[in-house]
C-alpha cells in the first residue's frame, strides 16, 4: 500500500501523508491516531471514505451541502429498494438526521449510510484514541442507555468517546444527510466488486464514453489500460477492465471479469466472472469462471479449468479445480 501511495503521489503531483495502525482502530480511532494531519488549525472539515465503496463521488456537491448547512458531520445516503435489510437513516425536511432504525419492519425510510463523510475538526475532540467504530456506534444512540450518557456527558461538558461520536452530534441537531446521486456499491466480496465494476463501467458509459474501449471484438462496457496489449480475434466485454501492462493472446475471450496490471492470458483461454491479480499467467485454452480469483503471481498452466476457485499469491496450478475451493 505506501508503494501504491508513492507511485500515485508522484502521478498526480499532490502529497499524500499516510497514517499507519500498528493495530486495528476501527473507522473512528484511525481519525483520533491522524487528528494532527486531519486537524491543521482552520477549521475545514475533511472527508473520511470507507475504501470498499463505490459511487459516483459527488464531493463537491456534498462539501457545498455541508457547508452551508451549519452542520459538524454530514453523512452520504443512498436510496434502497427494500430497507428491511439495511439500518435506515431518518432525516427531516432538510436533511438533518432525526434517527437511526437498525432494520425496520415498517417503512420509516428509504436512505442507509453509504460510507462517506464530511467532518468538521471539532468532532475529532468527541474521538477517544482507541479502535472503536462510527457505523455501528450511531445505531447505539437510540437506546435508553445510549441517550442517558449522552445527556450526562454533555451536561458534565465533556468530549465523548468514539462509541458516541455520531450520536452526540445528533443530538445537538448537528448531523446532516445529503443523497448520493447515481448508483452506489459495497464491493468488499469478490461477486459484489464484480457488479460494483458493472455499475461503474455503466456510469462511464453515461458521462465519460469516450473512456470506454471500442473497435473490432469489444462488446459493451470495457476499460482497457493504454499500455495493454490484445492479441488478434479475441473478443473482450461486457464488463470487463484490463489493467496497465496486461497481454492477452490471440482468440481469447474475456468477460465481466477484473484483469489487473501485468497479467498475461495466452492464446485461447477465456475469464469469466472472475478476478485475476497482478502479474499472473493463464494458460493456454484455459478456462477460469464461477467467481475464481487469482492473487498476485499465480501462475494457471494450459488446457486447465477453474470454477470458483480462490488461489492465495504465488501459487501454480498444474490441475483443474471443478469446485468451488480455497488453494492455500
Sequence with gaps: MLAFIEEWSAKLGVKIVCSQETEPMGTAGPLALAREKLDDG???????????????????????????????????????????????????????????????????????????????????????????????????????????????????????????????????????????????????????????????LASLRSSRPADLASGAGISGNVLVAPSAKIGSGSLIGPDVSIGEGCVIGEGVRLSNCVIMRGVKIKNHAKV???????????????????????????QIKDELFLNGATV???KEIKESVLQPTIIL
Excluded at 465523548?160 to 441537531?173: E, K, L, N, Q, S
Excluded at 469469466?272 to 467467481?291: K, N, Y
Aim: hydrophobic share 40%; with cysteine.
Design 42 to 200: 482552520s477549521g475545514k472539515p475533511f472527508f473520511v471514505l470507507n475504501s470498499d465503496v463505490v459511487c459516483e463521488y459527488p464531493l463537491k456537491d456534498m462539501l457545498d451541502f455541508h457547508t452551508s448547512s451549519g452542520g459538524e458531520a454530514t453523512i452520504l445516503v443512498t436510496k434502497v429498494d427494500d430497507p428491511s435489510k439495511y439500518g435506515v437513516v431518518v432525516t427531516d425536511g432538510e436533511g438533518k438526521v432525526e434517527r437511526f432504525v437498525e432494520k425496520p419492519q415498517v417503512f420509516v425510510g428509504d436512505k442507509i449510510n453509504a460510507g462517506i463523510y464530511v467532518i468538521n475538526p471539532s468532532v475529532l475532540n468527541r474521538i477517544e484514541l482507541r479502535p472503536t467504530s462510527i457505523e455501528k456506534e450511531v445505531r447505539a444512540r437510540f437506546t435508553k442507555e445510549a441517550q442517558s450518557a449522552a445527556a450526562a456527558a454533555a451536561a458534565a461538558g465533556r468530549a465523548m468517546g468514539g462509541i458516541w461520536v455520531f450520536p452526540h452530534v445528533a443530538t445537538d441537531g448537528k448531523l446532516f444527510a445529503f443523497t448520493l446521486p447515481g448508483y452506489w456499491m459495497d464491493v468488499g466480496q469478490p461477486k459484489d466488486y464484480l457488479l460494483g465494476l458493472n455499475l461503474h
Design 312 to 314: 492465495l499469491p504465488h
Design 272 to 298: 469469466d466472472r472472475s478476478i485475476i491479480g497482478w502479474d499472473s499467467q493463464i494458460g493456454a485454452w484455459s478456462r477460469l469462471e464461477g467467481h475464481s480469483i487469482l492473487g498476485k503471481d499465480v
